[in-house]
């Protein structure tokens, strides 16, 4: 089929001229060769794979077949449009009526360097190119000539078709690279007298100087058997054949054959060799890439490269790769994805009580109330009473992994948790930490304030007496009112009201930080340490702090401030108590549901002990707490007896389980 139609490029010279000349009269140093009336348009691919130098050699070609045409406005009319990814029209049918205009025309094209869309190029020639605005004769042939070197990015078979049909004769001439196939679809029938496929820009430049010998002498090759098959060259009464570039003449003097430089061994690549006529390009095995010396090859390693979709590890190899996972995964099915191994959950552990996970491995634990012994496997049930400096004046009550202190009838339970007295003081300066993050809600957030001024209202609030500030915090932290603004309960409480809620993150450690560093300053309003007012943080939180707590917790109880943490929701444990003062248990409140955060604060005993009265709440007597005392002490009383049914009851446990080892 190639060979076929190299034999037609000579054909292309006479159809062309075919259709251009009216009359071909010998044309001379100073005479042009007559044609008939034709308006022609020439649509040239200048896309980024046209090198310049081929675009220039287009030019010429160009301009050599216009120099052997009778331009002018009764004879033949010429335009040009360029495409790549977009279509220019470089000028019109009725431009230019001189050639030396036409000529300059073509000179100053500047080549657009995008993609090919020669579908779109064909539809433009067809309802723009070839109308009466832009210069179309009626009754005048219209003939495209298509100069194309690849593969059209659009369809083109169905809008060749419709410019066929309204009566354009097309021309489609490929260079190297360009699709015959492609070709078909553009170009009129025949086939074998429209469609030319060459193999570069120069054998179009050949073909130019062939019009002129065809337009304006006697050809031999265009009038005789010359039996060249490739190119047939005129002389004066003679002609000789010539072969393509890549090719070689036979000794018969017409036929050609391929220069193989790969098959001489006559190339320099390192892998593959591919051949063309006269010319090889280099290519690399699989799981190879060519290097920028067209030579050369390289491993492609898609690993190092990022081209894979493995979770964990990624084992290369040329062109490929596996996935692997870490110790203590185990690969998926999909062979990408990996699983951690929980011998936890497969039981493939031997701890007593508790099994940790983490992958591939585990560590045992202990439920509250025990401690891992040193074999990390098995636990023992704690008494701390009995094991540590609990410090408890009175006396120590054990409960599982913990402990509390109680005092004698008539007394209570100081701030330290420890040490017992006949009744603590009324007047503290307590700043309260409100969580105002995103996560509360608006709804929520107006139960937090109902919460404070619960607080409030068990207060004995004045100048002298109990001073309240309160703090707002989300990614920052905003102080609604320091100690020393409001001296009423009624005044705090109208305050708190207005309180704006914040939304944003959960900084709960800038907020400790704050509180520490500002809102215990005298100058907001907190009284001298020297007079021993008890200073107390009260945290309300709903989620995980966004930020680390453990510094400022930490200093704030160091700097004396007794901290109480209340969590609701999502807050975590862990944090709450790192926050609460000693003994946690005391300090430390939570519950699942805002709406029960109004229990909390009935049961949250700021260490005070006021006496009610009618209308204003004062203290009498710091002392006058009887009421309270014989509340703690009913309760130890009962939490004692409870205690104790419980030690019998783990006691008797322990024993039963005990007999059932034994028995195995």
Do not use: W
Not at 118 to 140: C, H, Q, W
Not at 577 to 587: D, G, L, M, Q, T
Not at 598 to 618: D, F, H, R, W
């Amino acid at each position: 089929m190639k060979m076929r139609q190299l034999r037609a490029l000579s054909g292309f010279i006479l159809l062309t001229l075919a259709v251009l000349a009216a009359a071909r009269p010998k044309a001379g140093p100073e005479q042009k060769c007559k044609s008939g009336p034709v308006d022609l348009v020439f649509l040239i691919d200048s896309s980024r794979s046209v090198r310049p130098h081929e675009f220039e050699t287009m030019r010429k070609f160009m301009i050599d077949i216009l120099d052997t045409l009778d331009i002018g406005p009764n004879a033949t009319r010429v335009g040009v449009v360029q495409y790549s990814s977009q279509v220019r029209s470089e000028f019109s049918l009725k431009t230019h009526s001189k050639l030396d205009t036409m000529v300059k025309g073509i000179n100053q094209i500047i080549p657009l360097a995008q993609g090919t869309m020669t579908g779109l190029a064909i539809r433009y020639v067809m309802n723009v190119a070839f109308s009466v605005e832009e210069g179309d004769r009626p009754k005048v042939p219209n003939v495209a000539v298509i100069v194309t070197d690849g593969r059209p990015q659009d369809r083109v078979a169905e809008v060749a078709a419709e410019a066929r049909e309204k009566g354009i004769e097309i021309y489609a001439v490929g260079v190297a690279r360009a699709d015959m196939t492609s070709l078909r679809a553009m170009a009129s029938p025949p086939f074998e007298d429209h469609v030319f496929l060459v193999e570069s820009f120069d054998l179009i430049h050949q073909f130019g100087l062939q019009f002129q010998d065809k337009l304006c002498g006697v050809d031999l090759c265009l009038e005789s058997d010359h039996g060249c098959e490739h190119i047939c060259e005129s002389s004066p009464g003679s002609y000789h054949c010539l072969c393509l570039p890549g090719y070689t003449l036979n000794d018969n003097g017409k036929t050609c054959a391929a220069i193989n430089l790969c098959a001489e061994g006559k190339h320099d690549c390192e892998q593959i060799c591919v051949s063309s006529p006269g010319s090889f390009t280099c290519d690399c095995n699989k799981g190879y890439k060519l290097n920028d010396d067209k030579k050369t090859c390289s491993t492609i390693d898609l690993c190092a490269e990022g081209k894979n979709d493995c979770e964990q590890i990624c084992v290369s190899a040329p062109g490929v790769f596996t996935c692997d996972c870490n110790e203590g995964y185990t690969l998926n099915e999909d062979k990408k994805t990996c699983t951690p191994i929980d011998l936890c959950a497969e039981g493939k552990h031997d701890c007593e009580q508790i099994c940790i996970s983490a992958p591939g491995v585990f560590t045992c634990d202990c439920n509250k109330g025990f401690k891992l012994n040193k074999d990390k496997k098995t636990c023992t049930n704690m008494d701390l009473c009995n094991t540590v400096e609990h410090g408890c004046e009175h006396q120590c009550v054990s409960t599982p992994g913990s402990y509390y202190c109680i005092c004698p009838e008539g007394q209570l339970l100081q701030e330290d948790g420890k040490s017992c007295g006949t009744c603590k003081s009324a007047n503290i300066d307590l700043v309260l930490l409100i969580d105002g993050s995103k996560s509360v809600r608006p709804q929520n957030f107006e139960l937090v304030k109902k919460f404070v001024n619960q607080v409030v209202d068990s207060l004995d609030v004045s100048a002298h007496g109990t001073r309240v500030g309160l703090v707002q915090y989300s990614s920052r932290v905003r102080t609604e009112f320091p100690l020393n603004m409001y001296h009423s309960v009624d005044e705090i409480k109208a305050a708190v009201m207005k309180v704006e809620y914040m939304e944003k993150g959960t900084m709960t450690g800038l907020a400790l930080k704050h509180m520490l560093e500002n809102s215990f300053a005298e100058a907001e309003g907190a009284r001298p340490s020297s007079r021993n007012i008890p200073r107390i943080g009260l945290v309300f939180t709903d989620g995980r702090s966004q930020d680390d707590i453990t510094e400022y917790a930490k200093k704030a109880k160091e700097a004396g401030i007794t901290m109480y943490a209340v969590g609701v929701g999502k807050a975590v444990e862990d944090e709450l108590r790192e926050i609460a003062s000693e003994p946690v248990e005391k300090h430390f409140y939570y519950t699942t549901d805002f709406t029960a955060i109004s229990t909390i604060a009935e049961n949250l005993k700021l260490n005070v002990c006021p006496e009610e009265s009618q209308g204003e709440i004062e203290v009498k007597d710091p002392c006058a707490c009887e009421s309270l005392v014989e509340f703690q002490q009913a309760t130890m009383s009962s939490l004692d007896q409870l205690t104790q049914k419980l030690a019998g009851m783990t006691a008797r446990l322990e024993q039963l389980e005990n007999q059932l080892l034994s028995r195995k």
